[in-house]
């Protein structure tokens, strides 16, 4: 039996086995954590902060000499202590012009004193890449409004291919600039919450909640008494203008063949519309003014001979 070989192969096992248990005591003297996130939104200066925690939890490290750096782009950067914090510490990155991510580690050096000496020491986390989103929204201009109402988006990297949903309805949109972008909102019930996102070639983004409140539609007269063939005028005006291409209100009788008038629409940008109802056969019965998003109003309606 090889004694010596024997004791050479116990010493290296009992190395690698306390390997994981030394480091680990080393790594105990300093807490070092990453507290960046993965993904950043874009902004004009291209400036990107890296954050850490540093914490001291042995006094046997001396105090002045922790030095936290970030090695990013193959350089080592020193950071710098966050206002008001005693363990965070940051730096802020410069992204290069055409990039739009970047990979990094952090570092931390120090001084331990030991029985005998005083020794240098560093841990480091593991590498990591943080990316930038140029495309994304922030906010709603408001979390609720009327039907019709012209609403903003704020945001970035939007197109003009980009359309607003609300509730999975389609809405007139508007792109003004890559920053932003207005919807009208449009004729869905009242009282709800509806899910708003952009959707375009570049994929949906989620934009919040819109609350749509109710509304009312202003006719005026308030009812109608007509001759056999006459005809009258009938006004509609809402409270905020209407969106491009018009905003078509439904209006529906229970008498039909005493009733004659054309469709109901308010253009574009207007307020208010008037149209011209004629009396048919005689009789007695309701005009009943409905659109989604706005209480409805019934006008009663007398055409005699």
Request: with cysteine; hydrophobic share 40%.
């Amino acid at each position: 039996m090889d004694t010596r070989n024997s004791k050479s192969n116990r010493r290296r096992w009992l190395a690698l086995a306390l390997a994981p248990v030394m480091l680990f005591l080393a790594g105990c003297n300093i807490k070092l954590v990453d507290l960046t996130p993965t993904t950043m939104k874009a902004n004009p200066s291209r400036a990107y902060t890296i954050t850490a925690q540093v914490k001291v939890k042995n006094n046997a490290v001396i105090d002045g000499t922790v030095i936290p750096e970030i090695v990013i782009d193959g350089r080592a950067h020193a950071m710098v202590r966050a206002p008001g914090s005693d363990s965070l510490f940051e730096y802020d990155y410069q992204m290069p012009p055409g990039r739009n991510a970047a990979t990094y580690y952090l570092l931390v050096r120090y001084q331990r004193k030991t029985a005998s000496a005083t020794v240098n020491k560093e841990i480091f986390t593991e590498t990591k890449t943080f990316t930038v989103e140029n495309r994304y929204s922030v906010e709603l201009e408001v979390n609720r409004a009327p039907v019709g109402t012209r609403v903003a988006i704020l945001g970035r990297g939007f197109t003009r291919d980009d359309k607003v949903i609300v509730g999975g309805t389609p809405t007139v949109t508007e792109v003004e600039s890559s920053t932003s972008l207005a919807f009208y909102v449009p004729s869905l019930p009242a009282g709800r919450n509806y899910n708003v996102s952009v959707l375009g070639l570049n994929g949906e983004l989620s934009a919040g909640a819109l609350r749509i409140d109710a509304s009312t539609i202003r006719v005026s007269p308030s009812s109608l008494n007509l001759r056999e063939g006459q005809r009258l005028p009938l006004a509609f005006s809402i409270p905020t203008e209407a969106p491009p291409g018009g905003l078509v209100i439904s209006v529906t009788t229970d008498i039909p063949d005493s009733v004659i008038m054309p469709e109901v629409v308010i253009p574009a940008g207007q307020r208010s519309t008037s149209i011209r109802v004629e009396g048919g056969s005689p009789d007695t019965g309701n005009l009943y003014v409905e659109l989604p998003g706005y209480a409805e109003v019934v006008i009663p309606v007398t055409v005699s001979n």
